[in-house]
């Protein structure tokens, strides 16, 4: 039995799966172990902090177990998880919109009719996850949904519950403000180091 459980962690997906719909707790704890690491760097996208983070792993790996007999086996599995993960993120959003009204109510001095801002060339992934505890949520959510998940206008605002054209002026503002805590926390202190 010891042997078994040492040597369940180099099993292959399908196998840990397989166990795991058969309720076999040590295999579910080795498929979320096997992504856990790969879940924080999605979650961690869309919230504050890492304990939030932790939340969003652990409520949407509850939701891979009820629903792993629906997952198609002859698909890969981490893209099958990376939706639910995101599909929680977003409800974890839609709760702080009940909350707070003025969740979606943003002023901004962007200029609808300008063009849509460009990301900064230098600006890397770890830059802009270290800017994202800056950001309103609502332009956390709409630049992860659009740039990094791949929906497009339409479909966010049919998840977010506004118009294509508020997630289009949402995700301008996300860049725009991205690029301006760019010049403030990072651009500035690699001038400041370089001066050093």
Do not use: C
């Amino acid at each position: 039995m010891g042997k078994r459980r040492s040597n369940v962690h180099e099993r292959p997906d399908l196998e840990l799966i397989t166990g795991s719909l058969k309720g076999i707790l040590y295999f579910q704890e080795a498929l979320y172990k096997r992504y856990f690491s790969y879940a924080m760097s999605v979650a961690i996208r869309y919230v504050v902090n890492r304990n939030e983070a932790i939340e969003i792993i652990n409520d949407s790996f509850m939701k891979v177990l009820e629903k792993l007999n629906t997952y198609d086996s002859s698909k890969p599995f981490k893209p099958w998880y990376v939706k639910i993960i995101v599909n929680t993120a977003i409800d974890s959003y839609r709760k702080k919109i009940k909350k707070d009204e003025n969740f979606l109510n943003i002023d901004t001095d962007y200029d609808e009719k300008g063009k849509e801002p460009e990301i900064e060339t230098e600006l890397t992934i770890n830059d802009i996850l270290n800017l994202f505890g800056y950001m309103p949520d609502i332009y956390k959510l709409t630049f992860n949904l659009y740039e990094i998940e791949g929906y497009n206008h339409k479909e966010i605002g049919r998840i977010l519950g506004i118009s294509e054209s508020t997630s289009r002026s949402n995700l301008a503002r996300a860049k725009k403000l991205l690029r301006k805590l760019y010049v403030k926390y990072i651009n500035s202190s690699e001038t400041n180091n370089e001066a050093v």
